[in-house]
């Protein structure tokens, strides 16, 4: 009798023969085919903010594969005219289900690189998979949903000699990558301080929705493949509200505010402070739940030394304590937006150093005030960083020209520096879940306390660990 194989040991043969579990580094048709010609895509995710990732991609190639949950979003893609009357995506192969694409040798075979701009529990498994295959892979922030995850994607990307980079469209503008440049100067001296804060959340979660107040059930709606939107998160019921964009605020999907939007917002100084792993990391939070994300709050991340930088202490603020948002000091507040005549903004970020103060009124840090009379904006190039300034869509097309040099490192936020950001922000959302400070070894992904493990490494629901990501598996 013909012994049948289930969908996982299928794509586990699959697998193999196209050396996605190969145990040296992938050769991709990539690096061969997109160094002097036209460059093949696949999106994961290809709505929301994935609709202008694969319409950049597009403009830097051609869309051959394009996938998401829902078929009323992905037929909208398929069909979708431009002004011209041209359809890009009208040939593309579609998919409800990422695992299929990897199923499928032939259509594998044409893609050099791929999109992910799924929700943030979705981010970890195509980008591993397509790494694995010898493929780029642009992915959206937060770069995963678990700690062990980023670290995972990052030693993946220089494994297999990929070129890789972070949506974290910030760190295109001009204005960041002077204020990088500056801070790195000592404009304003030994920085000791950071100070980030965000308007998020702006999505349902506590206190208004809890693990006491869950989101009522109802039917999964005809366009919705709801097992697909899962993914590895624990097989709960559809609940109405958390598709399309409520998910951002429940632990199973989502990473919160300071998952949405500290890659954005604290990037600059990361980057300026050439922050990696973090010593120590406490948090104080409101209406802590194993459902959904806090109403607020305040963690502390601090940062050893590093080369000639003394160490430094991160603050992240969200949400709202007794009605009042969560700031920085008040005095600080004063001091920051002194600097740029405007009252104080929703998102921003204050480092604060021996010599003077830089502040960023806005959420991508590309305009930054300093103390000491300079300004970084779009008008005030890099001079030691290479130039962008193009936005969102310079952000793919640095990720394209690092892919045609096969030079990853071109790419600012590849997933060596994006997994090191996203990494020690999810930490906070540790801090936050278990209540308790901890100290952390960065080297070895691991906390000093037992609670931290599995909200730093979760485990995958089964069928869905393609990657070997389980303990034990």
């Known amino acids: 009798m013909a012994r049948r194989l289930n969908r996982r040991q299928m794509l586990a043969a699959s697998a193999a023969s196209l050396g996605y579990f190969h145990l040296g580094p992938a050769h991709s048709a990539a690096k061969i085919q997109g160094a002097n010609g036209k460059l093949y895509f696949a999106g994961v995710g290809i709505k929301g903010k994935g609709d202008s990732d694969i319409n950049h991609a597009a403009d830097n190639g051609e869309v051959v594969a394009i996938c998401d949950i829902d078929t009323n979003r992905l037929n909208e893609k398929a069909n979708q005219k431009e002004k011209d009357g041209a359809q890009r995506f009208l040939k593309a192969e579609k998919f409800t289900d990422f695992?299929?694409?990897?199923?499928?040798?032939?259509?594998?075979?044409?893609?050099?690189?791929?999109?992910?701009?799924?929700?943030?529990?979705?981010?970890?498994?195509?980008?591993?998979?397509?790494?694995?295959?010898?493929?780029?892979?642009?992915?959206?922030?937060?770069?995963?949903?678990?700690?062990?995850?980023?670290?995972?994607?990052?030693?993946?990307?220089?494994?297999?000699?990929?070129?890789?980079?972070?949506?974290?469209?910030?760190?295109?503008?001009?204005?960041?990558?002077?204020?990088?440049?500056l801070v790195r100067a000592g404009v304003i001296g030994d920085v000791t301080e950071v100070h980030v804060w965000t308007n998020r959340p702006i999505w349902p979660q506590a206190p208004?929705?809890?693990?006491?107040?869950?989101?009522?059930?109802?039917?999964?709606?005809?366009?919705?493949?709801?097992?697909?939107?899962?993914?590895?998160?624990?097989?709960?019921?559809?609940?109405?509200?958390?598709?399309?964009?409520?998910?951002?605020?429940?632990?199973?999907?989502?990473?919160?505010?300071?998952?949405?939007?500290?890659?954005?917002?604290?990037?600059?100084?990361?980057?300026?402070?050439?922050?990696?792993?973090?010593?120590?990391?406490?948090?104080?939070?409101?209406?802590?739940?194993?459902?959904?994300?806090?109403?607020?709050?305040?963690?502390?991340?601090e940062f050893p030394a590093r080369d000639k930088m003394v160490p430094v202490a991160l603050h992240w603020y969200e949400g709202k304590k007794d009605g009042k948002k969560m700031l920085p000091p008040e005095a600080l507040v004063t001091k920051a937006t002194g600097l740029s005549g405007k009252g104080l903004v929703n998102s921003g970020s204050i480092l604060v150093g021996s010599k003077g103060i830089a502040y960023s009124p806005d959420d991508y840090g590309s305009e930054v005030f300093f103390s000491t009379g300079e300004k970084a904006n779009g008008g005030t190039k890099p001079e030691s960083l290479p130039a962008n300034g193009g936005g969102d869509g310079g952000q793919k097309k640095e990720w394209v020209e690092a892919i045609k040099a096969n030079k990853p490192e071109l790419a600012l936020a590849n997933f060596d520096y994006a997994g090191l950001l996203t990494a020690a922000f999810l930490l906070g959302n540790v801090a936050i879940r278990t209540g308790k400070p901890f100290t952390w070894d960065g080297e070895k992904g691991v906390a000093s306390i037992p609670e931290a493990a599995p909200l730093i490494r979760r485990q995958y629901r089964k069928g869905w660990d393609l990657i070997g990501y389980n303990a034990n598996t």
């Open 99 to 181: 695992r299929k694409i990897f199923d499928n040798a032939s259509l594998l075979k044409r893609v050099d690189a791929f999109t992910v701009s799924t929700p943030d529990h979705t981010h970890a498994l195509p980008s591993v998979l397509a790494m694995r295959a010898g493929k780029h892979v642009y992915c959206q922030k937060p770069l995963t949903h678990d700690v062990a995850e980023a670290l995972l994607l990052r030693a993946e990307a220089k494994k297999n000699k990929v070129c890789t980079q972070m949506g974290n469209q910030g760190t295109a503008a001009h204005g960041l990558r002077r204020a990088v440049e």
């Open 208 to 301: 208004a929705v809890t693990d006491k107040n869950p989101p009522k059930k109802a039917d999964v709606p005809a366009h919705v493949k709801w097992d697909e939107f899962l993914g590895p998160a624990p097989d709960r019921e559809y609940a109405g509200g958390i598709h399309p964009f409520a998910w951002r605020g429940f632990w199973d999907y989502g990473t919160g505010a300071i998952g949405d939007m500290a890659c954005h917002t604290a990037n600059m100084a990361f980057m300026a402070l050439r922050l990696g792993h973090p010593a120590k990391v406490s948090a104080e939070a409101g209406d802590v739940n194993p459902l959904t994300c806090p109403s607020f709050a305040h963690v502390t991340i």
